[in-house]
Structures are given as structure tokens and as C-alpha cells.
């Protein structure tokens, strides 16, 4: 199998910030400790503040499917559920091959 890449953008609310910084700080931390994760890296957009970007790369798609049902994600997502500003959004990239 090959390598499976996702990104993902977290919206936060400007005055609940810090919180969710260390809500994804944990994440990032728990993630990087399993097993089948190669990266997992996050950023602030730099075009829209408190848009948070977490670039991940996974040996194969049973990586990224055991990130997906782990514990530290979902409470991730519980913990951060009143720090969002909007809905995060999670990105399975494809390849495309240049022409």
C-alpha cells in the first residue's frame, strides 16, 4: 500500500486561541506516538488568523484509519468542540500526475 497524506483545517475562535492551541498541541503529541504516522505538522494559515492547517502523511490508509478511531482524536474533538469557529475540515489527498 502507499502512503496516504490528509490535511486538515481548524477554524478556532480568536478569544478561545490559546485553549485550542493546547488542545492540538496534545493532539499533535499523541499522533506523532502512533504507529503507521510519518507527520503530523501544524500551522497557522497564513491568509486567515486562527485557521489552524495540520498536515499529516500515514504509511497507508490502516494508519490513517486507526488515527481516525483513536481515543486522543476523539477527545480532541470533545475538547475542542467550544473552541471552533466553524466546522473542521478534513482533506484525503489524492495524487495527480502532471501531464
Known amino acids: 500500500m502507499s502512503q496516504v497524506q490528509v490535511v486538515a483545517t481548524i477554524p478556532v475562535r480568536p478569544d478561545r486561541r490559546s485553549e485550542?492551541?493546547?488542545?492540538l498541541g496534545t493532539l499533535v503529541e499523541a499522533?506523532?506516538?502512533e504507529e503507521g504516522?510519518?507527520?503530523y505538522d501544524l500551522f497557522e494559515s497564513a491568509a486567515a488568523p486562527?485557521?489552524?492547517?495540520?498536515?499529516?502523511?500515514?504509511?497507508?490508509?490502516?494508519a490513517l484509519d486507526a488515527?481516525?478511531?483513536?481515543?486522543?482524536?476523539?477527545?480532541?474533538?470533545?475538547?475542542?468542540q467550544d473552541l471552533l469557529a466553524g466546522e473542521v475540515a478534513i482533506h484525503p489527498l489524492v495524487p495527480v500526475v502532471a501531464a
Open 50 to 62: 486562527d485557521v489552524f492547517v495540520m498536515v499529516e502523511r500515514y504509511a497507508d490508509q490502516a
Open 67 to 80: 488515527h481516525m478511531s483513536s481515543e486522543h482524536l476523539a477527545a480532541a474533538f470533545a475538547a475542542a
Open 37 to 39: 504516522c510519518l507527520a
Open 20 to 23: 485550542a492551541l493546547e488542545v
Open 31 to 33: 499522533t506523532r506516538a
